[in-house]
T-cell receptor
Framework: DTAVSQTPKYLVTQMGNDKSIKCEQN?????MYWYKQDSKKFLKIMFS???????INETVPNRFSPKSPDKAHLNLHINSLELGDSAVYFC????????????FGPGTRLTVT | RKEVEQDPGPFNVPEGATVAFNCTYS??????FFWYRQDCRKEPKLLMS???SGNEDGRFTAQLNRASQYISLLIRDSKLSDSATYLC???????????????FGRGTQLTVWP
């Protein structure tokens, strides 16, 4: 049973394209996140949603737009992809926002050429 | 100054060795502390929470020193399967913009050799 799943696992695309990554969790958690891990392995939060409400919106380009249709799903749409967007994007979930542990999805390895 | 700082290593140790990782955090109001493990090309996974009184889980012992804003992880009797990157993670707790924010260190790479 996959707790947090993401699709696709790999994404190779050209600059300027628009792409989406989907995330689903079956843990019954009420908070979901998008993290970006760059080539230096540094994990940084991008967004978090609690019960479909945007809570954290880090300083990311507005080409990145998250959408949470329900509390079990959090998708990430990226417009006009740039070379610097190449990274691994991890979805995660937690119960509450008060500091509980995160459960990560397997990651989406995005390569922009 | 980064929120969470770790010695990146790498640490290369033989099987059976004891190895310790350290981590410091900048926000004295931080409330929750964790160690995560990340295998190569995989997602981070929770290894253990860190409690104020220190805690142990099998071969792993975590310590927290709030006065020094310092967290440690000790691994005894290292196994080949312990080879991974260990991430120190801190949650500021609080309200507003800091609520729910986990800050990750860059990770310490460990390789256990036979």
């Amino acid at each position: 049973d996959t707790a947090v799943s993401q699709t696709p696992k790999y994404l190779v695309t050209q600059m300027g394209n628009d792409k989406s990554i989907k995330c689903e969790q079956n843990l019954g958690h009420d908070t979901m996140y998008w993290y970006k891990q760059d080539s230096k392995k540094f994990l940084k939060i991008m967004f978090s949603y609690n019960n479909k409400e945007l809570i954290i919106n880090e300083t990311v380009p507005n080409r990145f737009s998250p959408k949470s249709p329900d509390k079990a799903h959090l998708n990430l749409h990226i417009n006009s992809l740039e070379l610097g967007d190449s990274a691994v994007y991890f979805c995660a979930s937690s119960q509450g926002m008060g500091g509980g542990a995160l459960y990560f999805g397997p990651g989406t390895r995005l390569t922009v050429t | 100054r980064k929120e969470v700082e770790q010695d990146p290593g790498p640490f290369n140790v033989p099987e059976g060795a004891t190895v310790a990782f350290n981590c410091t955090y900048s926000n004295s109001a931080s409330q929750s502390f964790f160690w995560y493990r990340q295998d190569c090309r995989k997602e981070p996974k929770l290894l253990m929470s860190v409690y104020s009184s220190g805690n142990e889980d099998g071969r792993f012992t975590a310590q927290l020193n709030r006065a020094s804003q310092y967290i440690s992880l000790l691994i005894r009797d290292s196994k080949l399967s312990d080879s991974a990157t260990y991430l120190c993670v801190v949650n500021h707790g609080g309200r507003g913009s800091t609520l729910g924010r986990l800050y990750f260190g860059r990770g310490t790479q460990l390789t256990v050799w036979p």
